[in-house]
């Protein structure tokens, strides 16, 4: 795939309230390592920052919170970077964290109820894709039981795309909106935030969305217009309660800003705006509740 060498904006419009909800902060030597798989798989990595410096950017640009992910390859891993994001999130209130578990790892459940209790972490990432995981596994069960008493979401990249085929196993066999709802079903009380509106099962995952009202969509990546794959024109209309803004800064080759000018280019109503760009975001990460 292709870097845009599209211009990017100084500023959020004037005026919007406006929280990034898909935001990867790394240690540098992981992100180091995310980048040259990008690079090499993926797209090119237009922004390569420093957490630190990721989490300042975005700020001097006007976005006023972020959500910032992190996701375990190997077992052993989660608890350093659930600690890590802890910090982040100490020295930058503008940051609110998620951890993360490898599923099935030793000590899955107590992974996920430290994150909660200890690091008092917002929420639990889980990419599929990364994690040769699907949606449905029983070695996810812990997780979400524990989320779910928590009342904290899980995000997980549990639709098929963007794949590729240099991960460690195939995203089409892995994921689907048919998992997602076997899940759900099984955890009807958890919340779960899928990314990349659910691609490339755009209408699935609407459907899906009509019968589990704890299910969110984040539109990272898809109101870009960089992939072959794009959501229906109407969604952010019909769903805009249900929709989160978010982006996969820094791991993006176009601008910073490229779905935010889309989103306040669509003609939505300033509720439905607010809605998409921050207040479904504060709703299911405030860890107030
Ligand atoms: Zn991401």
């Given at each position: 795939m292709p870097a845009l060498n599209d211009p990017e904006g100084a500023?959020?419009?004037?005026g919007a309230r406006v929280i990034d909800a898909h935001v990867h902060l790394f240690p540098d030597r992981v992100a180091t390592a995310i980048w040259a798989w990008f690079d090499a798989h993926g797209w090119p990595i237009r922004y390569k920052l420093s957490a630190d410096t990721i989490v300042q950017f975005l700020a001097t640009r006007g976005v006023s919170q972020i959500v910032g992910l992190v996701y375990a390859?190997?077992?052993?891993?989660a608890e350093s970077l659930n600690a890590f994001i802890a910090g982040l999130a100490d020295r930058y209130p503008s940051v609110i964290p998620c951890g993360t578990v490898l599923p099935g790892e030793p000590d899955t459940r107590a992974i996920v109820a430290r994150a909660f209790n200890?690091?008092?972490?917002a929420g639990i990432k889980i990419h599929c894709h990364v994690q040769?995981?699907?949606?449905?596994?029983?070695?996810l069960d812990p997780v979400y039981e524990e989320a779910a008493a928590a009342l904290r979401p899980v995000v997980i990249?549990?639709?098929?795309?963007?794949?590729?085929?240099?991960?460690?196993?195939?995203p089409h066999a892995l994921c689907s909106a048919a998992a997602v709802r076997r899940a759900l079903e099984r955890h009807p009380s958890l919340t779960l935030v899928v990314p990349h509106l659910g691609a490339d099962e755009f209408d699935a995952f609407d459907t899906l969305l009509d019968d589990f009202p704890r299910l969110m969509l984040d539109t990272t990546m898809m109101?870009?217009?960089?992939?072959p794959v794009a959501p229906p024109a109407d969604l952010l209309h019909r769903r805009a309660d249900r929709l989160i803004y978010g982006t996969d800064f820094p791991n993006i080759?176009?601008?910073?800003?490229r779905e935010l000018r889309h989103i306040v280019a669509a003609n939505l109503s300033p509720d439905a705006r607010d809605a998409i760009l921050y207040k479904n975001t504060l709703r299911v990460f405030s860890r107030s509740s």
């Open positions: 500023h959020v419009p004037d390859h190997k077992p052993g891993m200890r690091y008092g972490l040769c995981v699907a949606p449905d596994d029983p070695r990249h549990a639709g098929r795309e963007p794949a590729s085929d240099a991960y460690r196993c195939d109101l870009a217009n960089y992939f080759p176009y601008a910073w800003d």
